[in-house]
């Protein structure tokens, strides 16, 4: 699809967001639904889904989601206290990836996954500025499931943006939002169900 099929899919333009220290881009049709429908199912099935666990004090304390991490290249990857090496590339990731790299403009080289099983399982938060990203990363989120809400964070005037990322939705966070901003995914009473998280980057 060329970027003026979306644009007219979308009836206007893509429009960044300028905040302060940092911009981002939501649309959240960016996929139709038969795609999204698609690709969520096949990403249930075909991603190899781990629980994977820090260890705090002597104590292994799983994460309350699943997490997947693929790429392109070895180089391992670290975040929250632990270190994966990517697994390649499957069919429905790079059609994603291809669809997203066309609007960001981007060559993605990983993406890191995260399944949200029910409104228990969150992220709390944290930014994606890890060292192997470089200086201000652009993120892209891409989201398939259940709708829950993402919180932005300033780190020193506490302001909040509160977005809902719905299934099929895209999220594009860029400039110097991982230096300024912390975002996390809180837990939920509500019934949910299932989410997955893709967030693609470039490692460095
Ligand atoms: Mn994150």
Known sequence: MSQLDLFSQADKQP?????????????????????????????????????????????????????????????????????????????????????????AETSFNSVLLNRYRNGNDSISWHTDAEKELGTNPLIASVNFGATRKFQLRHRESKEKIELELSHGSLLIMAGELQHYWQHQVPKTKKVVNERINLTFRVIK
């Open 15 to 103: 429009q960044w967001i300028s905040i302060n220290n940092g911009e981002y881009l939501y649309l959240p049709n960016f996929f139709n639904i038969e795609e999204a429908n698609r690709h969520f199912k096949a990403l249930m099935n075909d991603i190899e889904w781990k629980q994977e666990s820090m260890n705090m004090y002597g104590r292994n304390i799983p994460f309350p989601r699943l997490t997947a991490w693929y790429g392109d290249n070895d180089k391992p990857y670290s975040f929250s206290g632990i270190t994966l090496a990517p697994l390649k590339w499957n069919e429905t990731l790079l059609k994603i990836k291809q669809k997203i790299q066309h609007l």
